[in-house]
T-cell receptor
C-alpha cells in the first residue's frame, strides 16, 4: 500500500464548478497535511495546510481532514481555467520526524 | 522573508559524467533541507534530507550523494550519471521544530542524461 494515495485523474470540471480532490494516507501517526499546486514544468507551490480534524478555508480553497478515516481533501470553489494544474497531497509524520511524503498528484482540468 | 535558490535550472549531461546541483536558502537559520526527484509523470521521490551541517539521511540507495557544507547550503552530486537519473530535481527547506511546518521548494533543476 502506498503511503499517500491520490487519483491521478485527469479530473475535468467546467469553469465555475467545485473541484473536489481527494487523498488517503496510511500512517495513522501523521500529523500535518499539505496541498500543493504544480503547473507543468514548475515546482510545487503551497496552497494550504491543515492539521486539525474538520474544515479549513482560505479564499476559494477548503481543506478537509478526517483522521479517523485517514482522508484529506481539497475543494476548489468557482474553479477557473488558471486552476488547471496537478495537485499534490503531502503528509508529515509524528513530531520529531522530518520526512514529507507526497502523493503522485491529481491532474485537474478546468474547462472554459 | 525566506528564499530558496537552486541551480543550474537545466542541464544535459552524458552518461557517466559527474553531476553537481546546488541549493541555498536565505532568511532563516538551521533549516531542514531536502532533495526530491520527480521523474516524468511520476510523484515526488525523497532522495536526501538534512537536519544540520554534515548530517545527511539517504532515502534511496543509488549513485547519488548529498552534502551540506554550510548551514544553508545543500549539494546533490554524482560521480557517474545513469540514464535513469534524468528528471526534475527539487531542493526544499522547512523550519525545524513542530509538526506543522511547511516545506517550500526551489525552482527546480531539469536534468537530462543522454
Amino acid at each position: 500500500q502506498k503511503e499517500v494515495e491520490q487519483n491521478s485523474g485527469p479530473l475535468s470540471v467546467p469553469e465555475g464548478a467545485i473541484a473536489s480532490l481527494n487523498c488517503t494516507y496510511s500512517d495513522r501517526g501523521s500529523q500535518s497535511f499539505f496541498w500543493y499546486r504544480q503547473y507543468s514544468g514548475k515546482s510545487p507551490e503551497l496552497i494550504m495546510f491543515i492539521y486539525s480534524n474538520g474544515d479549513k478555508e482560505d479564499g476559494r480553497f477548503t481543506a478537509q481532514l478526517n483522521k479517523a478515516s485517514q482522508y484529506v481533501s481539497l475543494l476548489i470553489r468557482d474553479s477557473q481555467p488558471s486552476d488547471s494544474a496537478t495537485y499534490l497531497c503531502a503528509v508529515k509524520g509524528v513530531s520529531g520526524t522530518y520526512k514529507y511524503i507526497f502523493g503522485t498528484g491529481t491532474r485537474l482540468k478546468v474547462l472554459a | 522573508s525566506q528564499t530558496i535558490h537552486q541551480w543550474p535550472a537545466t542541464l544535459v549531461q552524458p552518461v557517466g559524467s559527474p553531476l553537481s546541483l546546488e541549493c541555498t536558502v536565505e532568511g532563516t537559520s538551521n533549516p531542514n533541507l531536502y532533495w526530491y526527484r520527480q521523474a516524468a509523470g511520476r510523484g515526488l521521490q525523497l532522495l536526501f534530507y538534512s537536519v544540520g551541517i554534515g548530517q545527511i539521511s539517504s532515502e534511496v540507495p543509488q549513485n547519488l550523494s548529498a552534502s551540506r557544507p554550510q548551514d544553508r547550503q545543500f549539494i546533490l552530486s554524482s560521480k557517474k550519471l545513469l540514464l535513469s537519473d534524468s528528471g526534475f530535481y527539487l531542493c526544499a527547506w522547512s523550519r525545524t521544530g513542530t509538526a506543522g511546518n511547511t516545506i517550500y521548494f526551489g525552482e527546480g533543476s531539469w536534468l537530462t542524461v543522454v
